[in-house]
C-alpha cells in the first residue's frame, strides 16, 4: 500500500463520473469540504490482498501516528489510484477503506472520499514539514517511510531509498497506565529478615540506591549512591594510572560472531542476554576481554609494547534465576573493574606481584583482610601447553610465596584455560565472596591469533591476564557498606559535613562559612530549619555525616566552628580555616575514620 498524507487548511472535493462499472454506489453528490484535516491519499495494491488485516491495522495505525505528530482531529480517507502502478482488486479495497473508516471513527472525525469515481478536488497544503508524508506499507514488520513528498518523480526517487520505523503499539487507556504504574511502583523491599546493617536498609536510610521489579538484578543509582561508586573508580583510576595501566571502553553489545570466537555464546549460553538487530544476533557483553581482544589486534604489536596493561571498567550482564538475586551481592548488571595485560613468559611474575600489589594497597585502604586466598590448578580436562601451565602455577604460587600471603590450593579448580588466583572477603553475616581474581589464559590468545613481534623477529603469543581488584563494584560498595555500617570514611562519604545553625539570627555567617567548604571541595549541606539544635544534630548522625560543625552565637562572633565527630566528641572554637586544612589532609590521606 502506498498512502500520501497532507496536512491540509482545508480540502474540498466531488465526485464527478464513476471510473469503472463496480464503483461505490449511493454517495454523497456535490462539493463536499473539510477543513483543518489530515487528508490520506491512499493507493491499495496487489501485495496487500494476501493480508488484509494486517494492512489495515498497520494503515490505520500509521494514520493515528501521523495525526498525532500534526495534531490532526479531522481524518479525509482519499482513494488515489495514481499513487501505484500495481492496485489490487477495486472490491478489496473499497472494503479495505471502509473498514479503515470504522476502526479510526473511534477517535477522529473521518470523512472518506467515494471509491471508484473521477473526482475534482483543491486542497490547501499547510507547507510545514511534517505536511506531506509519505509511506509504504507492507504485509511485513515495517512501515517504508518516504519521508516528505515532492514531486512526483522526486517523491518515487525517495520511496526507494526508504528508512524502516517499527510500528506503534495501540495507546493505552489512562486506567490501563495507572495500572501498570501501580505494578512496577511496587517496592521489593522487605526488611524483616535482613539485619540492621544490611546494605539494602542502610542503602534505603541514607538514600543511596534502590531495586525496583522492572530492572531485576540491576542497581538504580541515587545521586549519593552514585558518587560513592564514582568516587571508587576515581580511586581505582589514579591507582592504575600510576601502574601504567591504559583505560579503554568497548561496546555493550556485540555480534554473535564475537562471542563464538571466544566461546561465550555456546558456553555460557542460558546466562546470555541475546538481542537482534537488522537480522543479526547479538549478545549483550557478558564479559570484556572479546571486546579488548579487538583493541588489542587493532594494531600491531612488538616485544617493546610489552607487558601491555589495558583496564576498562565494563558493564557486563549475566542473567541470574531471580530467586538468588540479593541486594548488590548478587547482581545481573554489574560493573567491573576488569583489565587485561599482554605479556611474555618471563614478564609474567613481575606482572602477578604488579596486580597484587594493587590489590594489598587497595584494600588496606578500606582495612578490609581477606577471608582467604585460593590457588586453583590445571583440571583434568585442560588446553595449552604443559610447559606454559608449570610456568603459569609456579609464577602465581612464587608471587603468593613472595608476598607472604597465606594461601590454600584447590587442585585441579582452575579454568581450562589457565589457573587463577582468588581472594575472597567475608561479609557482616561471615559469608565469604571472591572478588578480586587474577587468571592466566591460554584460551583466547590462540582462539583470536593475538600475536606480537619479538627480539629476534619472530611472531609470537603473548600471555594473557584477567584480573580484578573490586571484582563487581557493586557487590564491593555492599561488602564496604555493611562492613562499614553506613560510616563511610570522608573521602568516601556522599555528605561529609552537616552545618548547623542554632538560630536564624547565624543563618548568614552559616551561608558563608557552606560557601567556603564547597569551594574548598567539600560535600556539605546546611540545616537552617527552626528545630531545636539537638533535633537537628540527631538528624545529621542518623544520616552518618562525618563532621557535625554548630554555629551559635559564640561561634559566629568569634567566626570559629564546633565540630562534633561521629564519635560524639565536640571541639569548639575552631577557625574555619584550621578545620578546612585538617578535613583537606584527611580526604587527601584517604583516612579510614
Ligand atoms: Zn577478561
Known amino acids: 500500500m502506498k498512502i500520501l498524507s497532507i496536512h491540509a487548511d482545508f480540502i474540498e472535493f466531488e465526485a464527478k463520473k464513476k471510473a469503472f462499472k463496480g464503483a461505490e454506489e449511493g454517495i454523497k453528490e456535490g462539493l463536499q469540504r473539510v477543513n483543518e484535516c489530515l487528508v490520506i491519499f491512499t493507493a491499495f495494491e496487489k501485495t496487500d490482498e494476501q493480508n488484509i488485516s494486517l494492512i489495515i491495522q498497520k494503515y490505520t495505525q500509521e494514520i493515528k501516528n501521523i495525526a498525532q505528530q500534526v495534531n490532526a482531529q ?11 502502478s ?39 497544503c499547510k507547507g510545514h514539514p511534517l505536511s506531506e508524508l509519505s509511506r509504504e506499507l507492507t504485509a511485513d514488520s515495517t512501515i517504508q517511510d518516504g519521508k516528505k513528498a515532492g514531486n512526483k518523480e522526486g517523491r518515487d526517487a525517495k520511496l526507494e531509498t526508504t528508512v524502516s520505523k517499527p510500528v506503534q503499539e495501540e495507546s493505552l487507556s489512562l486506567d490501563q497506565i495507572k ?38 538484578g540491576m542497581v538504580f543509582w541515587h545521586a549519593k549512591g552514585l558518587l ?64 579488548g581482544m579487538l583493541v588489542y589486534k587493532s594494531s600491531s604489536k612488538s616485544y617493546k609494547d610489552l607487558p601491555l596493561r589495558v583496564g576498562e571498567l565494563g558493564v557486563v550482564h549475566r542473567q541470574e534465576l531471580s530467586g538468588v ?92 584455560y589457565g589457573p587463577k588466583i582468588d581472594f575472597h572477603l567475608k561479609d557482616s553475616l561471615g559469608r565469604t565472596w571472591q572478588c578480586s ?42 561488602i564496604l557498606t555493611e562492613h562499614l555500617n553506613g560510616k563511610f570514611p570522608l573521602w568516601l562519604s556522599p555528605v561529609q559535613l552537616k552545618v548547623v545553625t542554632i538560630t536564624d539570627a547565624q543563618i548568614p555567617f552559616a551561608k558563608g562559612v557552606v560557601e567556603r567548604l564547597k569551594t574548598a571541595g567539600f560535600r556539605v549541606e546546611l540545616d537552617d530549619r527552626t528545630e531545636t539544635m539537638g533535633k537537628k544534630v540527631r538528624e545529621a548522625q542518623l544520616q552518618k555525616v562525618n563532621y557535625i560543625l554548630t554555629i551559635g552565637e559564640k561561634e559566629m562572633k568569634n ?23 585538617r578535613v583537606q589532609d584527611e580526604v587527601k590521606d584517604r583516612v579510614l575514620g
Not at 97 to 114: C, G
Not at 180 to 193: A, Y
Not at 368 to 374: I, K, R
Request: proline residues 4%; aromatic residues 10%; contains cysteine.
Open 179 to 216: 495500572n501498570l504504574l501501580k505494578q512496577v511502583s511496587r517496592s521489593r523491599l522487605d526488611t524483616s529478615n535482613l539485619k540492621p546493617n544490611d546494605h539494602r536498609i542502610i542503602g534505603k536510610e541514607l538514600d543511596l540506591w534502590s531495586f525496583h521489579d522492572v530492572a531485576p
Open 228 to 291: 560513592i561508586k564514582n568516587l571508587l573508580i576515581q580511586y581505582w583510576r589514579e591507582v592504575h594510572q600510576r601502574n601504567n595501566y591504559l583505560e579503554i571502553s568497548t561496546p555493550q553489545i556485540m555480534d554473535k560472531k564475537l562471542w563464538q570466537i571466544s566461546g561465550h555464546w555456546d558456553k555460557y549460553k542460558e546466562n546470555n542476554f541475546v538481542t537482534k538487530y537488522e537480522q543479526r544476533d547479538f549478545l549483550v557483553k557478558p564479559m570484556n576481554c572479546p571486546g
Open 437 to 478: 581474581t587474577i587468571q592466566m589464559d591460554m584460551s583466547m590468545p590462540e582462539r583470536f591469533e593475538a600475536e606480537y613481534i619479538d627480539r629476534d623477529g619472530k611472531v609470537k603469543r603473548p600471555i594473557m591476564l584477567h584480573r580484578v581488584v573490586y571484582g563487581a563494584i557493586e557487590r564491593f560498595i555492599g
Open 86 to 124: 500495481n492496485l489490487g482488486n477495486p472490491q478489496m479495497a473499497e472494503q479495505m477503506m471502509k473498514d479503515a473508516e470504522k476502526s479510526l471513527a473511534a477517535k477522529f472525525k473521518v470523512t472518506r472520499a467515494p471509491f471508484g469515481w473521477y473526482k475534482a478536488f483543491d486542497i490547501k
Open 325 to 416: 538475586l540479593s541486594g548488590l551481592f548478587r547482581v545481573i548488571q554489574f560493573t567491573q573493574d576488569d583489565a587485561h595485560l599482554f605479556c611474555t613468559e618471563d614478564q609474567v611474575e613481575a606482572e602477578i606481584e604488579g596486580i597484587i600489589n594493587i590489590i594489598n594497597e587497595m584494600f588496606a585502604t578500606f582495612n578490609l583482610q581477606f577471608d582467604h586466598v585460593e590457588l586453583s590448578t590445571r583440571p583434568e580436562k585442560r588446553i595449552g601447553a604443559e610447559e606454559i601451565w608449570d610456568l603459569s602455577e609456579a609464577a602465581l604460587e612464587a608471587v603468593l610465596k613472595k608476598k607472604k600471603m597465606p594461601y590454600k590450593i584447590n587442585a585441579g579448580d582452575g579454568a581450562f
Open 559 to 581: 567566626k570559629t566552628l564546633a565540630v562534633r565527630d561521629r564519635e560524639g566528641k565536640t571541639t569548639f572554637d575552631v577557625p574555619v580555616d584550621t578545620f578546612i586544612k
Open 74 to 84: 479531522n481524518i479525509v480517507l482519499y482513494p488515489y489510484a495514481h499513487l501505484s
